[in-house]
């Protein structure tokens, strides 16, 4: 079945350390994006890639980074830079154009201990 | 970037219609108005789109004033299942070269549906 995943669900890490989220889509999308989404919140926008190897900063980047290599993959790094790392990752992605949707994957918890 | 506004929750009987608004009176003459809803601790899940006419789909129906300042997601026949924060949003171009659009989540409407 076509899809987005996410992977893992839920990730424990130390402080200090970076860690990568992985997002993976079988639809032939150009688009993708992470948004970060803290309790009781909105959606934030991290990044975002409309094409291979290109990629935008969206509202809050500080303390992310990300590749675009290949089509189906757009894994987030999340730096010891970034301060207040805990929190619900989502990735989308979305064919292009103004009039379509986005998909979304189900996202990865991630705690900072 | 055009803005929404949605109330911060909202409670239906389940088998009622729920009605949820949205006001989006920035709002420019290309850009769509989306739906979207997130079950707890789920991703958003889409539910329908618009730019001028009402439209309808298996999930819900949505209306659009003439003026295009507000909209009003109807879900006709809620269930339990139906509880959920419902985002509205407006497609949001970004300054880049490509011409990138952007989804800009606001905290969206907790529908509640009640037994």
């Known amino acids: 079945d076509g899809g987005i995943t996410q992977s893992p669900k839920y990730l424990f890490r130390k402080e200090g350390q970076n860690v990568t989220l992985s997002c993976e889509q079988n639809?032939?999308?150009?688009?993708m994006y992470w948004y970060r989404q803290d309790p009781g919140q909105g959606l934030r926008l991290i990044y975002y890639?409309?094409?291979?190897?290109?990629?935008q900063k969206g509202d809050i980047a500080e303390g992310y980074s990300v590749s675009r290599e290949k089509k189906e993959s757009f894994p987030l790094t999340v730096t010891s830079a970034q301060k207040n790392p805990t929190a619900f990752y989502l990735c989308a992605s979305r064919k292009g154009g103004r009039d379509t949707e986005a998909f979304f994957g189900q996202g990865t918890r991630l705690t900072v201990v | 970037d055009a803005k929404t506004t949605q109330p911060p929750s909202m409670d239906c009987a389940e088998g009622r219609a729920a009605n949820l608004p949205c006001n989006h009176s920035t709002i420019s003459g290309n850009e769509y108005v989306y739906w979207y809803r997130q079950i707890h601790s789920q991703g958003p899940q889409y539910i329908i789109h618009?730019?001028?006419n009402n439209e309808t789909n298996e999930m819900a129906s949505l209306i659009i004033t003439e003026d295009r300042k507000s909209s009003t997601l109807i879900l006709p026949h809620a269930t339990l299942r139906d509880t959920a924060v419902y985002y509205c949003i407006v497609r949001s171009p970004r300054e880049s070269g490509g011409g990138a659009d952007g989804l800009t989540f606001g905290k969206g409407t907790h529908l509640i549906i009640q037994p």
């Open positions: 618009g730019l001028k």
């Open positions: 639809l032939n999308h150009d688009a």
């Open positions: 890639s409309q094409i291979v190897n290109d990629f």
